[in-house]
């Protein structure tokens, strides 16, 4: 059997997202192994969880660090040292710097709740209430040096009802993107993504917003 590709996964906070990946790869859905977990906070939930799985964890404290660069020199640091051959995103809200994105340009994976490139950045679940909007949703795209910017791999779409407020439209695309993050990683680990332009391709030819088509609210 050949070596499954080793992942890297960055959080903040609690790491639902993190779980997903977890669960997906003990299940066998997902064709990867977490090397590191790395927090930039020590009282992270995901930490614990990945604890749980058994997975080393990291804590790399932004505070401890005089300027982002040294912050990130310090996370890629951390990252090659644990092997790993993708990184993903996953709740992590450090804005990162050209350092840490040319370090693993086209191997870094995020997770946007929104719609990209609506509503990039933060409080977007709010922001999308406020302006009406009658879908939103989840993006996992490439990370780019232009922040929630990169081609996106797949996007699940979820309706903004009437009487939503940001805590219940977070938590209906929450469930989206605990399916489409593991998705993206499995395409990703199995070879098949190709980044034409800002468009993200599967290797079989089909585009993947026709590959998956993820109804609202299932
Ligand atoms: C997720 O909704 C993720 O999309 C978002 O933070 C949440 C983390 O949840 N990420 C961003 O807003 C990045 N700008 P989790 O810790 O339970 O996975």
Redesign the pocket.
């Known amino acids: 059997m050949t070596e499954r590709l080793a992942v890297g996964v960055l959080?903040s906070?609690?790491?639902?997202?993190?779980q997903a990946l977890i669960d997906r790869m003990a299940d066998g859905a997902v064709p990867a192994r977490i090397a590191v977990v790395i927090s930039n906070r020590a009282d992270a939930y995901?930490l614990e969880r990945a604890r749980a799985a058994g997975i080393p964890t990291r804590v790399i404290d932004h505070r401890e660090f005089s300027d982002r660069e040294s912050f990130d020199q310090a996370l890629v640091a951390a990252l090659h040292e644990a092997g790993v051959a993708l990184v993903c995103?996953?709740?992590?809200?450090r804005v990162l710097t050209p350092v840490f994105i040319r370090a693993f340009a086209g191997r870094l994976l995020?997770?946007?709740?929104a719609l990209l490139p609506a509503f990039p950045g933060?409080h977007?679940q709010e922001r999308a209430i406020a302006a009406g909007a009658k879908f939103s949703g989840?993006t996992v795209h490439f990370v780019t040096e232009e922040v929630?910017a990169g081609p996106i791999v797949v996007q699940a779409v979820v309706p903004v009802l009437d009487g939503d407020d940001a805590a219940t439209l977070?938590a209906r695309?929450?469930k989206q993107?605990h399916r489409i993050y593991p998705l993206a990683v499995t395409w990703f680990a199995q070879g098949r993504l190709r980044v034409a332009g800002q468009r993200v391709l599967l290797a079989d030819g089909q585009e993947t917003p026709e590959a998956v088509l993820i109804q609202p609210g299932g």
């Open positions: 959080i906070g609690s790491g639902s997202n993190l995901g995103l996953a709740g992590f809200m995020n997770i946007h709740p933060l977007v989840a929630d977070a695309i929450l993107e």
